[in-house]
């Protein structure tokens, strides 16, 4: 950690966390400048509090707490349940801090009011939610559950379990689409998905139902074979060496080579990267050879000079002469505005044409709305950036990486379109029709972030953390007592290889039942942004796996939830199918 912070002070750069951390101690080191900014703001509000990381804490308490201004009015707004984002620093033991961080003068602790009254959720959607939320507020800062508004009107949750995530996709869309059209102005709606991945599927499938559909957020919009298919041809005009989309290109709709063709390419490619007779152990050779930009056999080389016809099927070649003659007449374009060049490739690919034609007539005018906020991005990405065209494909890779999960910079609920995005962007959004989708084992809850400290050098181990729990038994005579915080290795009273493997075993329990308790938490966010229609649904097999994933542990507690209901004499959903268990082998 010392080493990254030195290359980092040399390099001159910071990232989100350092410029917190700075933030931090100039606060805690310059009271000056908490004092002018008291002097400056009399009225502080504290939003989504339960999201603020330590850093963030140590500097806001710096700045405005510690009892120094009793007639600084400071308020904090949070919900520990709500608290979705401790996988990138966010603490939501912040908030029963924020007492004692921010005192009255004399040394009492602030005081604390509770907003019980939900004001968006139907009955039947907040009963769904508090109910699977239970086990982790019991783990979790104390807080209680959340009552509807008193003229709160009675709304639907429906609940399925398919055979296959296509079916499920299909009961999704169509579910979605009769609300959709059942009334003269449509419902603000929304599927939100726990992974990216899964949004350009479910796109396709209300798509072809004639419903217009926004993916929110880069690394969703990446996936949509639009945009996918503008970005591979943008790579393979800027990066000769990207197989992957000139793969792309070569095997789509629009070229639709054949294997015997790609291999003839391929082949192509090898003999144009053999040197010359006399060159191939010349010392210039070695040293081109070694250099880490050296030149390698690439599809993009042979598709500019395929050689001989006879070498390919006569549409192939053809096929392939045309391409290249694109690729040509796009390369020309490369110091072009980068606005400009993207625009010019939905142009030569005709992109429009085909989104539009897509679409079923009854839908009206449209179809490109995913290149066109693709075009926003770029555009975007071009005002603060240099225009380089390879610059904006490797601001594309990191975003379908680092992006994933993320909220974009700013998401409105649109009441034109069904929106698609995952749930943490969708946090503090609502919709009048909600669909939460693949509450499916592997999927939601995730299993995808299994590792720890322990075993992954990406994760900080607890005893540096700001956050970690800390026992009224072993905390100091003057240490604040936290609880709820990241667990800690305690190895004092290990004596032996025996007991030093429970307690690895025990502290890696406690890790996962915390992960555990954040999806759960996750999933109340997924509940609670239902204004009147919750549809929750899963499938037993995946698109690829050879083994079922089956119903969730999520998706069968809502189904014992909703089941106990109707048996109570006080339904609050229905189950509309429940596939069987797919038969052994």
Request: aromatic share 4%; charged share 25%; net charge negative.
């Amino acid at each position: 950690i010392d080493e990254l912070h030195r290359r980092m002070r040399a390099d001159k750069v910071m990232d989100f966390g350092a410029q917190m951390s700075a933030a931090a101690r100039l606060a805690v080191a310059a009271p000056q400048v908490g004092a002018q900014l008291r002097q400056r703001y009399r009225v502080v509000l504290l939003d989504e509090y339960q999201d603020t990381g330590h850093a963030q804490r140590i500097a806001l308490s710096s700045l405005f707490g510690g009892g120094v201004d009793d007639d600084l009015a400071l308020t904090a707004v949070g919900d520990p349940i709500q608290s979705i984002y401790g996988w990138r620093g966010a603490s939501a033991t912040n908030l029963p801090r924020f007492a004692t961080d921010f005192p009255h003068a004399d040394g009492r602790p602030a005081p604390t009011l509770e907003l019980r009254t939900s004001w968006r959720n139907p009955p039947e959607a907040l009963h769904l939610a508090n109910a699977v939320s239970a086990q982790a507020r019991k783990r979790s800062v104390s807080v209680r559950e959340l009552l509807p508004r008193p003229d709160a009107e009675p709304g639907i949750v429906r609940a399925a379990l398919l055979n296959d995530v296509v079916e499920e996709r299909d009961w999704v869309a169509d579910q979605v689409a009769a609300r959709y059209r059942g009334t003269p102005t449509p419902p603000t709606a929304a599927v939100l998905v726990r992974r990216n991945a899964d949004a350009a599927p479910m796109a396709e499938a209300l798509t072809a139902r004639g419903i217009p559909v926004e993916v929110v957020g880069l690394a969703g919009l990446l996936a949509i074979p639009e945009v996918a298919d503008v970005v591979a041809m943008l790579r393979l005009a800027v990066d000769p060496t990207g197989g992957a989309a000139a793969m792309r290109v070569l095997t789509g709709p629009r070229w639709r080579l054949g294997a015997r063709d790609i291999a003839a390419l391929w082949q192509r490619a090898v003999e144009l990267d053999v040197p010359a007779p006399g060159q191939l152990g010349t010392l210039e050779r070695i040293v081109a050879r070694a250099a880490p930009d050296a030149d390698t056999a690439c599809l993009a080389d042979a598709i500019s000079d395929p050689g001989p016809a006879e070498l390919y099927s006569p549409a192939g070649y053809a096929r392939i002469a045309a391409l290249g003659r694109e690729l040509s007449g796009l390369r020309a374009h490369l110091s072009h505005p980068l606005p400009d060049l993207i625009a010019e490739v939905r142009r030569v690919l005709g992109v429009d044409v085909e989104a539009r034609s897509a679409r079923p007539v009854p839908a009206g005018w449209g179809g490109t709305e995913h290149l066109d906020a693709f075009g926003d991005v770029v555009a975007d990405f071009a005002a603060r950036s240099d225009g380089a065209p390879a610059g904006l494909l490797a601001y594309l890779d990191a975003a379908a990486v680092v992006e994933n999960g993320l909220a974009p910079a700013e998401v409105t609920v649109s009441t034109d379109r069904v929106q698609i995005l995952t749930v943490h962007a969708a946090k503090g959004l609502e919709w009048e029709v909600v669909a939460v989708p693949h509450l499916s084992g592997r999927v939601f809850p995730s299993t995808a972030m299994a590792r720890t400290w322990l075993s992954d050098a990406g994760d900080l181990p607890p005893l540096l953390r700001g956050d970690r729990a800390v026992s009224a038994r072993s905390a100091r005579p003057d240490a604040p007592v936290n609880e709820h915080g990241v667990p800690v290795l305690d190895t004092s009273d290990v004596n032996d290889r025996k007991t030093l493997s429970d307690k690895i075993a025990d502290h890696k329990d406690m890790l996962a039942q915390r992960r555990g308790d954040e999806e759960r938490r996750l999933l109340y966010v997924a509940l609670t942004r239902s204004e009147h229609t919750l549809l929750l649904s899963g499938h037993h097999w995946g698109p690829t796996e050879a083994k079922p994933r089956g119903p969730s542990e999520f998706l069968l507690e809502l189904k014992a939830i909703i089941e106990a209901s109707g048996a109570a004499g006080q339904p609050c959903g229905v189950i509309d199918h429940w596939a069987p268990d797919p038969a052994d082998g």
